[in-house]
C-alpha cells in the first residue's frame, strides 16, 4: 500500500482542483479519497450518524502516513465538504478516541485551488491548528490555480516542490 493518501474535496470531480491533482499524481504516489462520492453529514452531538461513510473511511485514513487534503478556495475558506469532514474530526475525540490517537505523528500538507495566485497564509491556518490538536506534523502547503484552463509554468513548479516536500519527509 502506498504510504499517502489525499483526500479530495471539491464540488465537481472534474474541475480545476481535479486538474491539479491530476498533475500532482504524476510525480506522487498516493491513493485517492474523494469525499463528494460519500454520505458524510454534519456532525451530530448526538452521535446518531455514526453508521455513515466517516468512520469506515478514518479506519482507512490511519493506515496511511502521509494525509493530503486539496481543496478549492470557496468564500475564503475550505469547501464545505472538506469542513464537514473536518467537524466530524470531533467524533475520533469522542466516541472513536482510539481512532483520534492513531492520527498523532501522521503527517498532513494541503492544497488549495482558486482562480488565482491572490491566496493569503491565513488560508491554511485551520489546517495548521487542527493539525497540532491532533498531535499531527503539519509539512507544508501550495496554492494553486489555472489560466486558460491549463496550469501555469509557476504552478507546475509549485507542484513539483510540493511532491518533493512528501518524498523528503
Ligand atoms: C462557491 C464558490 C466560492 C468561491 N469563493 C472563492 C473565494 O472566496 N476566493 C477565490 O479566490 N475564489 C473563489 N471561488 C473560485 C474557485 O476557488 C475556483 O474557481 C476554483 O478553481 C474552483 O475549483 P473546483 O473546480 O475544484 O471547484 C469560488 C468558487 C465557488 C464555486
Same mark, same amino acid.
Given at each position: 500500500?502506498?504510504?499517502?493518501?489525499?483526500?479530495?474535496?471539491?464540488?465537481?470531480?472534474?474541475?480545476?482542483?481535479?486538474?491539479?491533482?491530476?498533475?500532482?499524481?504524476?510525480? $506522487?504516489?498516493?491513493? !485517492?479519497? =474523494?469525499?463528494?462520492?460519500?454520505?458524510? &453529514?454534519?456532525f451530530?452531538?448526538?452521535? +446518531? *450518524?455514526?453508521?455513515?461513510?466517516?468512520?469506515?473511511?478514518?479506519?482507512?485514513?490511519?493506515?496511511?502516513?502521509?494525509?493530503?487534503?486539496?481543496?478549492?478556495?470557496?468564500?475564503?475558506?475550505?469547501?464545505?465538504?472538506?469542513?464537514?469532514?473536518?467537524?466530524?474530526?470531533t467524533d475520533?475525540l469522542?466516541?472513536?478516541?482510539? $481512532?483520534?490517537?492513531? !492520527?498523532? =505523528?501522521?503527517?498532513?500538507?494541503?492544497? &488549495?485551488?482558486?482562480?488565482?495566485?491572490? +491566496? *493569503?497564509?491565513?488560508?491554511?491556518?485551520?489546517?495548521?491548528?487542527?493539525?497540532?490538536?491532533?498531535?499531527?506534523?503539519?509539512?507544508?502547503?501550495?496554492?494553486?490555480?489555472?489560466?486558460?484552463?491549463?496550469?501555469?509554468?509557476?504552478?507546475?513548479?509549485?507542484?513539483?516542490?510540493?511532491?518533493?516536500?512528501?518524498?523528503?519527509?
Open positions: 500500500m502506498t504510504k499517502r493518501i489525499l483526500i479530495f474535496g471539491s464540488s465537481r470531480n472534474d474541475g480545476n482542483t481535479s486538474t491539479i491533482v491530476n498533475c500532482l499524481k504524476q510525480s $506522487l504516489d498516493f491513493d !485517492l479519497i =474523494n469525499l463528494n462520492g460519500l454520505n458524510i &453529514s454534519h451530530d452531538y448526538k452521535h +446518531q *450518524n455514526r453508521d455513515d461513510d466517516f468512520l469506515p473511511l478514518m479506519r482507512k485514513v490511519i493506515g496511511y502516513q502521509q494525509i493530503i487534503f486539496a481543496t478549492p478556495v470557496y468564500w475564503y475558506t475550505m469547501s464545505g465538504i472538506l469542513k464537514v469532514f473536518f467537524d466530524r474530526l475520533c469522542t466516541i472513536e478516541k482510539d $481512532l483520534g490517537r492513531k !492520527l498523532r =505523528n501522521k503527517q498532513m500538507s494541503v492544497l &488549495s485551488t482558486s482562480n488565482d495566485d491572490s +491566496q *493569503n497564509e491565513e488560508f491554511f491556518l485551520p489546517f495548521i491548528l487542527s493539525a497540532e490538536y491532533l498531535g499531527m506534523d503539519y509539512i507544508g502547503n501550495i496554492h494553486t490555480w489555472l489560466e486558460n484552463e491549463k496550469i501555469p509554468n509557476v504552478v507546475k513548479n509549485r507542484i513539483t516542490y510540493f511532491a518533493k516536500l512528501h518524498s523528503t519527509n
